[in-house]
Structure formats: C-alpha cells, structure tokens
T-cell receptor
Framework: DAGVIQSPRHEVTEMGQEVTLRCKPISGHNSLFWYRQTMMRGLELLIYFNNNVPIDDSGMPEDRFSAKMPNASFSTLKIQPSEPRDSAVYFC?????????????FGPGTRLTVT | QKEVEQNSGPLSVPEGAIASLNCTYSDRGSQSFFWYRQYSGKSPELIMSIYSNGDKEDGRFTAQLNKASQYVSLLIRDSQPSDSATYLCAVKDSSASKIIFGSGTRLSIRP
C-alpha cells in the first residue's frame, strides 16, 4: 500500500483565500484523523471520522474550518477565509477502529503558509 | 483537560548507551498507550504500542507501562545517531474516541 496520501505538500496563500487540503487514507482503514502541528501548540486533533461520519470535531478551531469525508477513500479539510495564524503543518492519519485506533499511520503532511 | 506530560529535552545520550524517555498522563482510565517517533520535517511514525502493565520489547525498543503510577516509558538500547528525533507519547482518552499526544521529547544521540 502507498500509505496515507496528502496533497498538496506545500501551500502558500494570501490571507482571505480559501485553502483545501486533501487526504487519501490507507485502504481498509475506517478511521481518519486531521491534525495540526505548530511549535507552540504541538500536535492537535482537529477532527476524527469513523466510517466516513464525523465523530469528534471539538478540535476544529472555528467556523472557518470545515472537513468532509464523502467516501472511504477521500477526505478534505477546508479553511475559508484563511488567516496568518492558520500557518502550520496539517497531517492526515488513518487507522483501524477500536483498540487499534491509536495505531495511526500519518501522511507526509501539508505545510501551509498564509501571508 | 486530560494531559500527557513529557520533558521537552533535549536529551543527549552517547552512542551505544541506553536512552530513557518518560511520560506521565492524567487520565486514570486510559488503557492504550503509544510511542511515535518524528524526525525533523517529517510526519510521526508509530514505533510501539502497549496495552497492559509491564514491559514490551521490540528489537532495541522497550516500552514500560505502570498504570498505578500513570507512567509510561520508552527505552532505546544501543542508541544510534539515527535514533535522534522527537519522541511523542500518546494516550487514548478513556471517555472519547481520540488520542492525546504529549508535546514530545527531543532526543540527540552524540557519536
């Protein structure tokens, strides 16, 4: 398997623009996670899907952030409008459910810079 | 607020020695514990999972869990320069479907 695939790998955009990050989980994994990592705040869970259904979105910072998982092989994280404080590395991870949900496989990440 | 605490380091260990990384957690009901390694500029990679008290060994890595003390550790034997990375401790929240990550310990293996 190719592992978790994320695109784009780097994104530079101006404040106010819409940003869409994409993720393809590992085939057969039914849990998908979006994380954000910064030096100041470390690795933060934004949202968790199980079987394509959002289970916990308490980490989504505000209404500017939204995430979808239309099918088992694709998810998006959208920021609209983007702000400089959104600059971070965004990771997508996937896993099996139950006791194995902590055994997560991370994608390479998207480094987002908002100017 | 459930927490996972790690010393940020850097922890400097000579090549060939044992590196010991420690983690404490606040959620007494947690049953699943994980160690991830993250090289600079890369994504976290799972290296160990442990679910019961005691030791679990995998090659040069040993995870140790003490639920009574709410303490989990990672030992790396025969440390190599390639072990230099940040190590993230993670704990499954007992009342929610999520993993709580510590802020990580930066390990440096000096030749």
């Amino acid at each position: 398997d190719a592992g978790v695939i994320q695109s784009p790998r780097h994104e530079v955009t101006e404040m106010g623009q819409e940003v869409t990050l994409r993720c393809k989980p590992i085939s057969g994994h039914n849990s998908l996670f979006w994380y954000r990592q910064t030096m100041m705040r470390g690795l933060e869970l934004l949202i968790y899907f199980n079987n394509n259904v959002p289970i916990d979105d308490s980490g989504m910072p505000e209404d500017r952030f939204s995430a979808k998982m239309p099918n088992a092989s694709f998810s998006t994280l959208k920021i609209q409008p983007s702000e400089p404080r959104d600059s971070a590395v965004y990771f997508c991870a996937s896993s099996l459910t139950g006791i194995k949900m902590g055994e997560q496989y991370f994608g390479p990440g998207t480094r987002l810079t908002v100017t | 607020q459930k927490e996972v605490e790690q010393n940020s380091g850097p922890l400097s260990v000579p090549e060939g020695a044992i590196a010991s990384l420690n983690c404490t957690y606040s959620d007494r009901g947690s049953q699943s514990f994980f160690w991830y390694r993250q090289y600079s500029g890369k994504s976290p990679e799972l290296i160990m999972s442990i679910y019961s008290n005691g030791d679990k060994e995998d090659g040069r890595f040993t995870a140790q869990l003490n639920k009574a003390s709410q303490y989990v550790s990672l030992l790396i034997r025969d440390s190599q320069p390639s072990d230099s990375a940040t190590y993230l401790c993670a704990v499954k929240d007992s009342s929610a479907s999520k993993i709580i990550f510590g802020s990580g310990t930066r390990l440096s293996i000096r030749p």
